[in-house]
Each structure stands twice: as structure tokens, then as C-alpha cells.
């Protein structure tokens, strides 16, 4: 695309109301409708190019709804499991990927955003990340849309932060300032088994009907103005490395957190790297 054409792009992204195009979509992903759901599910498999046979029902009629379809389960073994500390959660590619300097993470070139802006205001779990590492994936419409744990982790606390649902790709990356902090998002922090914190973001972004967690359920809608946060620590949610923790429906972003110990050997991965699920990753 042009620099004309980014700009275009840009200030489409400005003016579409994003949020009523948002819930419609995700109301019509939603419903059975028999025929049309069907060729709607064969059109968007020709159209993106997707892999069925990776799916543990590779028939697209068997689907009863284009988000039974878009979150559908792999078959098993199609995502054997390196032997790290960390593996990519996602089938995907990367955004960015590498060092948190000073609580500022990279979104583009020439574009930070801060950890606690990510993280809903919250500083003082933002300080636990200053100097840690980061790594951005991007599901693009023919990826797998279930997420997986990276490490094995307790969950502690989950919070939803209201914002807007820019359409996330590179022109906007470069084109929006603070994008992932300015977008809808559900915070998951965890602790691994060796007491460190980790977090993972989904970020939202226009026509993403919703966001999922294994322990919750669909976190949004509904889209309240104000954060809403659940406390786990009192309960004993333990997620094994591998372990699917959540879903889009509809997808976008995630984004991983580690604390400095865990940033040590972290990888240079370059943007726009193709990852696949269970690969190593630290």
C-alpha cells in the first residue's frame, strides 16, 4: 500500500464506527443459519487459504455458526510441544518481539507505548516488567484462534479494559500511536511455578466479536466504560504449558509479558516472522 493509500486507510480506520460494525458482525458470526453459514464458512476457507486438515473435523459443514468454525480445535498432534521454558502460545506472526527498556515496549518503528498503559493504569504491576521482555503475535483471519499457555502458571488476577477496536496490521501499527493501548483488552496475570509474573493480553480490534477465557467463559461484550477486574488468588486455577487459556472470536493480538530473569535469552525474532503453537520461544 501507498503512502496515500495508509493515509486513506488511516483516516477510514478514524471515522467507521467501529463498535456498531464490531457487534454486528459478532451477532451475525453467531447465529446457525444453516445454508448461508455454510457458504460463508467455504467461502472464507478458499479465500484465505485455510488449512482444514490441521482441524480435528476438517468438515466445514460441521460447523453450526461461523465462530464454531473460526474457533475450531486442531487435531491432536497437529502442535507438538517444544521442550523450553517458553513456547509461542499462537499460531500467528510476529509484530515486534524483544527487550521492555526503561517500562516501554515497541510497537513499530518509532512507536512505544508504556507497560502500564497496556496493563490499564496499573504501575506497580507495570514495575515488575521494566526490564523484562515482550513478544507481539498477530492472528491473521486463516490462523488458529484458540490461545495456549506459554509456560505453566497460576492464574492470579484478570482485568477487561475498555478502549477503542482499531483494526490491527501494520499500517496501523505504524499509523497509531499507542495502538494496543488504546484498543480493547483482557489482562491475564499469571505466576509460573518458579514464583515469577508473566502476563498475556488479548487485544481486541474491529469486527472481533469477543474475547473467551477457559476460566471465565466470554468476557466481552458486555463493554462496560470502566475496567472491570476478578481477583483467582484465593482459588487454585493452574494452567499447564500447552494448555489452551482462551480464544477470539474473531481475532487480533496477543501479547506476552515476562518478568528480566525470564528475558535473558529471549529471541530476536524479526517482524513479520510466521510462529506456529508449542515452538520454542525462550
Given at each position: ?27 451475525l458470526a453467531a447465529r446457525e443459519g444453516g445454508a448461508l453459514t455454510r457458504l460463508a464458512i467455504r467461502r472464507f476457507i478458499q479465500r484465505y487459504r485455510v488449512d482444514m486438515a490441521e482441524a480435528a473435523n476438517p468438515d466445514p459443514a460441521a460447523y453450526r455458526s461461523f465462530n464454531e468454525f473460526f474457533t475450531r480445535p486442531l487435531r491432536d ?206
Open positions: 500500500m501507498s503512502e496515500f493509500g495508509d493515509r486513506l486507510f488511516l483516516l477510514a480506520q478514524r471515522l467507521l464506527p467501529k463498535q456498531a460494525l464490531t457487534e454486528a458482525i459478532g451477532w498432534g497437529a502442535r507438538p510441544l517444544a521442550s523450553a521454558d517458553w513456547i509461542c502460545p499462537v499460531d500467528g506472526a510476529v509484530s515486534q518481539c524483544g527487550p521492555i527498556r526503561s517500562g516501554e515496549i515497541l510497537q513499530a518503528k518509532g512507536h512505544h507505548y508504556t507497560a502500564a498503559e497496556l496493563l490499564g493504569g496499573d504501575a506497580a504491576l507495570a514495575h515488575q516488567f521494566s526490564d523484562g521482555a515482550f513478544a507481539t503475535l498477530y492472528l491473521s483471519p486463516r490462523d488458529y484462534h484458540r490461545i495456549h499457555m506459554p509456560a505453566a502458571g497460576r492464574l492470579l488476577e484478570m482485568r477487561h479494559v475498555p478502549g477503542s477496536l482499531y483494526s490491527v496490521n501494520p499500517v496501523t501499527a505504524r499509523g497509531i500511536p499507542g495502538l494496543f493501548a488504546r484498543n480493547e483488552r483482557v489482562v491475564c496475570v499469571f505466576e509460573s511455578t518458579d514464583g515469577l509474573r508473566f502476563v498475556m493480553v488479548l487485544v481486541g480490534a474491529t469486527i472481533v466479536g469477543s474475547m473467551a477465557t477457559v476460566w471465565h467463559g466470554v468476557v466481552n461484550p458486555p463493554r462496560p466504560q470502566g475496567i472491570r477486574s476478578w481477583s483467582y488468588r484465593d482459588q487454585r486455577i493452574e494452567l499447564r504449558q500447552g494448555d489452551e487459556m482462551g480464544r477470539f472470536l474473531l481475532g487480533s493480538t496477543v501479547i506476552l509479558l515476562v518478568e528480566q530473569s525470564s528475558a535473558a535469552h529471549w529471541p530476536t525474532w524479526e517482524s513479520g516472522r510466521p510462529v506456529k503453537l508449542g515452538e520454542a520461544l525462550a
